[in-house]
């Protein structure tokens, strides 16, 4: 609180100084600026690379997403689960509707297998549509790169993108 010279009648000034709440405030915003997109990264998961045009992000954040990391431990929505309880998670997590769309991220070093078997159990469970997640690869949208052998029959092209059903 300030005050007048002596000498004069001692009077409180209604004057604040704002300028150490703006530097607090700018602080505090760089930081969370710099934190924020931190926050949303989610489980880490290296990505296999595929052809596909990206979906847009907050259609992925509005359903169900099933990540599989290095390690091959399950998540769904970044919260660990036992393999045991994920079709009663999953089924929670979509209310019961077996028309839900489920996105599955499955790290590049983990074994086909452990995915299709993660796969499978969703099949079981009664979800309908199983979408897999994968980093966008050169090429024109639904080609990888592979060549299947003369005697195979390419599979059809995805539905959408980057995210190809798997029934």
Same mark, same amino acid.
């Given at each position: 609180?300030?005050?007048?010279?002596?000498?004069?009648?001692?009077?409180?000034?209604?004057?604040?100084?704002?300028?150490?709440?703006?530097?607090?405030?700018l602080?505090?915003?760089?930081?969370?600026?710099?934190?924020?997109?931190?926050?949303?990264e989610?489980?880490? *998961?290296? #990505?296999p690379?595929?052809? !596909?045009? +990206?979906i847009?992000?907050?259609?992925?954040?509005? /359903?169900?997403?099933?990540?599989?990391?290095?390690?091959?431990?399950v998540?769904?929505?970044?919260?660990?689960v036992?393999?045991?309880?994920?079709?009663? *998670?999953? #089924?929670?997590?979509?209310? !019961?509707? +077996?028309?839900?769309?489920?996105?599955?991220?499955? /790290?590049?070093?983990?074994?086909?297998?452990?995915?299709?078997?993660?796969?499978?159990?969703?099949?079981?469970?009664?979800?309908?549509?199983?979408l897999?997640?994968?980093?966008?690869?050169?090429?024109?949208?639904?080609?990888?790169?592979?060549?299947?052998?003369?005697?195979?029959?390419?599979?059809?092209?995805?539905?959408?993108?980057?995210?190809?059903?798997?029934?």
């Amino acid at each position: 609180m300030a005050f007048t010279p002596m000498g004069k009648k001692r009077t409180a000034m209604a004057e604040i100084n704002v300028t150490p709440l703006v530097d607090v405030m700018l602080v505090l915003l760089i930081i969370f600026m710099v934190t924020a997109p931190m926050m949303q990264e989610g489980i880490s *998961v290296e #990505l296999p690379k595929a052809g !596909g045009d +990206p979906i847009p992000s907050n259609q992925v954040s509005n /359903d169900v997403v099933i990540a599989v990391n290095q390690g091959g431990a399950v998540y769904v929505n970044d919260k660990p689960v036992d393999e045991s309880q994920l079709s009663q *998670v999953v #089924l929670q997590a979509t209310k !019961g509707n +077996p028309n839900a769309e489920i996105y599955l991220r499955g /790290d590049t070093h983990v074994t086909y297998g452990r995915v299709l078997a993660i796969h499978s159990a969703l099949i079981k469970a009664g979800i309908k549509t199983v979408l897999m997640i994968t980093r966008p690869g050169e090429g024109k949208a639904g080609t990888s790169g592979f060549k299947p052998p003369a005697h195979e029959v390419p599979a059809a092209p995805s539905r959408g993108p980057r995210a190809a059903p798997v029934r």
